[in-house]
């Protein structure tokens, strides 16, 4: 009995100087391919999937421009009876296509059930929760993890043979399928195992990309017709990741738009007039200006300049500046020097601000250390640039940067490990003197020297390429530097 099966099955073909080992290449954010009848004489008739209606036309080089077929690009089919829908605008046409399926709830769960070698299983979780967000944020859906029992999407990591005849063809080629609502196994998500799954760098296969595009099919969206999209079925990488209009467009189509939470109404503080004369026109300029410090306090990103610092929320998604900031720093920290040369937050949540020779620590909002001297932390230095929790919990460290050099911190036994430093020559890319660090939500890290800033990457040790940037274009949306 024929199939009626409707499977997305992405097909990524990587292909690099050596594409029978199908590794990466680095360049321009992209990965070349070869036509899968180079790789393997059965390969596409091994891979590509049955459909109700007949035969499909893939892809070829008779109907595409020869760089667009040597592009890597999602397997799925492009069906020309699926239903497309067009919207005009004044000066552009957006399209989406759709594969005719939706989940008929909008608060949805998914459990991963096994996890790539290459990354641990927390920070799997953080690029998951990080692919559902582009979704959840423009739509009423809802995403959470489970751990037991049934889920509607279910994330495997599986080689070769695993059960859907749909097998995986070990590192390169295959990379991921997944399959539409309203199919017998609506909800699945497989990625391969053996591929060199990494996170915001060139050195493999980006799986944050790879998951926002197969959320999008599994939520039952077909490749879309515009180039740059999630939904285009070539692969590229691009960061910060972003859902184009023409996403936006077609998961809002099947879901619906996200509701508006108005804000409350702003409730008036007792003499909190005092705040207005702190935050005045002789503000620094966050375009215009470097910064002393910098530090990820309770998941959000502090920039401190003079005495101010700037508030900014989600710095891991749709970052946005506090309003009411700059603002004096003694507004949060009573007590705190009036400029600090480095901070950082603790496992246990207490903030570490530095100045000169000496350093404070707050609970919160509390005071509860300091000043003391650096020289009892073991430094024998008699100030510091910056300061970097760097490490996964609970073994991470702290990193002090000076001139150069640097120090390791243990925050268990409360010293540095030599008070001999270590040469900046380690941190491959990084100029020697940083005027402030710190580590974002996916894990990396970022150097910030003057107005510019470098981000680095935790696996291979080195500044990614395309840095340094500007701090005031990428973290306060200016205009130009």
């Known amino acids: 009995m024929r199939t009626s099966l409707v499977v997305c099955f992405c097909v990524f073909a990587l292909q690099c100087f050596q594409s029978m080992l199908g590794a990466p290449v680095r360049g321009a954010g992209r ?27 893939e892809a070829s080089p008779s109907t595409n421009a020869s760089n667009t077929w040597n592009r890597p690009r999602c397997g799925v089919p492009d ?31 998914y459990k991963i059930e096994r996890f790539p070698w290459q990354m641990d299983e927390e920070k799997v979780r953080r690029v998951i929760r990080e692919a559902v967000k582009i979704w959840s944020d423009v739509t009423p859906l809802t ?83 515009k180039s740059k999209t999630i939904m285009s079925a070539y692969y590229s990488f691009s960061y910060p990741l972003r859902l184009s209009e023409d996403d936006k467009l077609g998961i809002q189509y099947l879901y619906g738009v996200k509701p508006q939470v108005l804000p409350p109404p702003p409730t008036p ?50 970052a946005r500046l506090e309003s009411g900031y700059p603002a004096l720093a003694s507004r949060h920290w009573k007590g705190i020097p009036t400029k600090i040369d480095a901070a950082f937050e603790d496992k246990s949540g207490n ?18 250390r300091g000043p003391e001297s650096i020289r009892s932390l073991g430094l024998s230095t008699s100030s510091i640039q910056a300061a970097l929790r760097w490490g996964h919990d609970p073994n991470y460290s702290i990193y002090f940067f000076k001139s150069g050099s640097y120090w390791r911190f243990s925050p268990h036994e409360n010293r540095v490990e030599s008070p001999q430093p270590r040469s900046m020559q380690y941190w ?54």
């Not at 799954?197 to 944050?208: A, P, Q």
């Not at 903030?351 to 509860?368: K, L, P, T």
């Open 143 to 225: 995403f959470t993890e489970v751990h037991r029992g049934i889920a509607d999407i279910r994330i495997d990591f599986s080689s070769y043979w695993h059960g859907d005849n749909l097998p995986f063809d070990g590192p390169g080629g295959i990379l991921a399928h997944a399959f539409f609502p309203k199919t017998h196994r609506q909800g699945d998500i497989h990625f391969d195992y053996d591929e060199s799954w990494t996170l915001g760098n060139y050195m493999g296969t980006d799986l944050l990309q790879v998951a926002a595009h197969e959320f999008g099919h599994v939520l039952g969206l077909q490749h879309s017709r």
């Open 351 to 368: 903030i570490w601000f530095f100045q000169d020779d000496n350093y404070w620590v707050f609970d919160a909002e509390m005071h509860i």
């Open 428 to 481: 491959t890319g990084i100029p020697e003197d940083v005027d402030a660090a710190f580590r974002d939500t996916h894990g990396f890290a970022h150097f910030i020297r003057g107005r510019q800033y470098w981000k680095f990457d935790p696996v291979a040790m080195n500044s990614l390429e395309g840095y340094p940037r500007y701090v005031g274009m990428d973290f306060f949306g200016c205009r130009n530097e």
């Open 79 to 109: 069906f020309p009876n699926q239903k497309e829908l067009q919207y005009r605008g004044r000066h552009r046409q957006r399209r989406f296509v759709l594969h005719g399926g939706r989940f008929d709830k909008k608060d949805l769960t």
């Open 269 to 318: 503080a007792p003499r909190a007039l005092v705040l207005k004369t702190e935050t005045n026109e002789l503000n620094p300029d966050a375009c215009q200006t470097d910064f002393d410090a910098v530090s990820m306090i309770r998941g959000e990103l502090f920039f401190f300049k003079s005495g101010y610092v700037w508030r900014i929320r989600d710095p891991g998604g749709s």
């Open 31 to 57: 990965y070349k391919a070869a036509p899968a009848s180079e790789k393997s004489p059965d390969l596409k008739k091994r891979a590509k999937p049955p459909h109700p209606q007949g035969s499909v036309k």
